[in-house]
């Protein structure tokens, strides 16, 4: 699990490097507490990356999370820190049971809870109009995904129906958001391995 947030905070340091990079971090970390862990999460290695981002200049950082997941270790650890924003669209109600639309932190929370079994396009613009909500009067010098894949039709732990063209296209309008400022992605969910495959190839194939 140390090695897990290691694999992050290596990330981060390619990604400042060099633009972007992704971390294939395993165990996950978005539901972990600062003394709890939860949910196959240990260490909330994307925090840890934020912070790191941090200590080499980066002062302000978004998280984006589109695991089907709500981010409750994530929200927990940042909520109170403005410099940190975090936006996550997750299936509601559901596993954690956290991540209602009024948990809004410092104003730096931007929780987007959805059913499962919309049609793909309309998790797609809500998580984007949510992530421009975040931008309005701010700007990250950095920006990190966690990226869940088992928000991915036919993942067995979430009824979302993305698929990973939807993948593509969020990383691609994360990325021109940024304007060349580093996009990390750090790994999460995915539990059928085909397509936890499929989508790792797709985001990374969009931040290469
Ligand atoms: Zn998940």
Redesign the pocket.
């Known amino acids: 699990m140390l090695a897990s947030a290691g694999v992050a905070l290596t990330a981060v340091e390619q990604g400042i490097a060099s633009g972007t990079a992704f971390g294939a971090t395993r165990p ?1 970390g ?1 539901h972990a507490l600062a003394a709890q862990s939860m ?1 196959f999460c240990f260490v909330n290695n994307v925090v840890i990356a934020a912070r790191h981002a941090q200590t080499l200049g980066c002062a302000r950082v978004l998280i984006v999370d589109w ?3 709500h981010g409750n270790g994530t929200q927990a650890l940042v909520e109170a820190d403005p410099s940190i924003r975090f936006v996550s669209m997750h299936q509601y109600p559901w596993y954690p049971g956290t991540g209602a639309a009024d948990e809004r932190g410092v104003g730096n929370v931007f929780n987007v809870p959805r059913p499962g079994g919309l049609p793909r396009a309309t998790y797609v613009r809500d998580l984007l109009a949510a992530v421009d909500a975040a931008l309005t009067s701010w700007t990250p010098d950095l920006l990190l995904v966690s990226a ?1 894949f ?1 928000s991915l039709a036919g993942d067995p ?2 009824e979302f129906t993305l698929e990973p063209d939807d993948i593509t296209q969020w990383t691609e309008a994360l990325r021109e958001r940024m304007q060349g400022r580093p996009v990390v992605g750090v790994l ?3 539990y059928r391995l085909d397509l936890l495959a499929k989508g790792v190839s797709a985001h990374v194939r969009a931040l290469a």
């Open positions: 996950p978005h949910g695991d089907v997941h869940g088992d732990l979430g999460e969910g995915g």
